[in-house]
């Protein structure tokens, strides 16, 4: 069994920065992509940025020059450096990892983190 568990989410003004955390624990053997989602209210889930195991990113455009996602493979852990923020950038952010357990696994899992509160607001 695999958790993730996101951190870092808060109230903050507009054209400030929050930087999220989160962490996969558990039975891996490897991490392919790891990603931030987001979902407003009211609005339907939206990828906001993914990062593969090689550190090839992609970014929603809404958020390019804006949010940076790192990961760090040996901590299993993904980052998203949030700045600029604006208040249309308030969502539930969630954390998504496609995970192996073991080497002969030929489809890695999908695991989403519990989500954390991002709120832009002054």
């Known amino acids: 069994q695999v958790q993730l568990v996101e951190s870092g989410g808060g109230l903050v003004q507009p054209g400030g920065s929050l930087r999220l955390s989160c962490a996969a624990s558990?039975?891996?053997?490897?991490?392919?992509?790891m990603a931030w989602y987001r979902q407003a209210p009211g609005k339907q889930r939206e990828v906001v940025a993914s990062?593969?195991?090689?550190?090839?990113?992609d970014y929603a455009e809404s958020v390019k020059g804006r949010f940076t996602i790192s990961r760090d493979n040996a901590k299993n852990t993904v980052y998203l450096q949030m700045n600029t923020l604006k208040p249309e950038d308030t969502a539930v952010y969630y954390c998504?990892?496609?995970?192996?357990?073991?080497?002969?696994?030929?489809?890695?899992?999908?695991?989403w983190g519990q989500g954390t509160q991002v709120t832009v607001s002054s």
């Open positions: 990062i593969i195991s090689s550190g090839t990113t």
């Open positions: 558990g039975s891996i053997f490897s991490i392919d992509i």
């Open positions: 998504h990892a496609k995970i192996f357990h073991r080497r002969s696994q030929r489809y890695p899992y999908d695991y």
